[in-house]
């Protein structure tokens, strides 16, 4: 069995965890699975997860804030009472319901409003969490769907 690993830890996402080593060959971390390094695949010796340190590794989930209504209004009359992503014409009364989409997604940022746009819920549905290089590049990828 080979041992060319240190470091070994239980890496915490969430709620979710797994387990991680260094490995002296590939000079990386890598997951261990099936007692098997990911990076290059060698074995390593079964261990108790009880046994490791265990490192958080990402935040715990965000609470998203629920935004007033002034501000729905200020950003749906910033964008001219269009969809940021494919410009059909949306209403905070009556028509196509308005979504409030991350551009970022929520996941990796915040609430800021400077974060936000109004969007269909056809366009925010299909956007989800995906992430992308700009607006345009979301909008591009919308009139492809």
Do not use: W
């Amino acid at each position: 069995m080979t041992e060319s690993i240190k470091q070994r830890h239980v890496a915490q996402y969430g709620s979710v965890k797994t387990e991680r080593g260094y490995c002296e060959e590939c000079k990386e971390t890598a997951f261990i699975v099936d007692n098997r390094l990911q990076c290059c695949g060698a074995k390593v010796a079964s261990i108790e997860l009880d046994d490791l340190p265990t490192y958080q590794l990402s935040e715990p989930r965000k609470k998203r804030k629920v935004l007033k209504l002034a501000i729905k209004k200020l950003i749906l009359e910033f964008q001219s009472g269009k969809c940021m992503y494919c410009g059909c014409k949306l209403s905070l009364t009556n028509g196509i319901k308005v979504h409030f989409d991350h551009v970022i997604p929520f996941i990796n940022s915040n609430t800021s409003e400077h974060n936000i746009v109004a969007t269909c819920d056809y366009c925010n549905l299909h956007k989800n969490d995906k992430m992308f290089d700009s607006i345009t590049d979301i909008q591009i990828y919308m009139r492809s769907l």
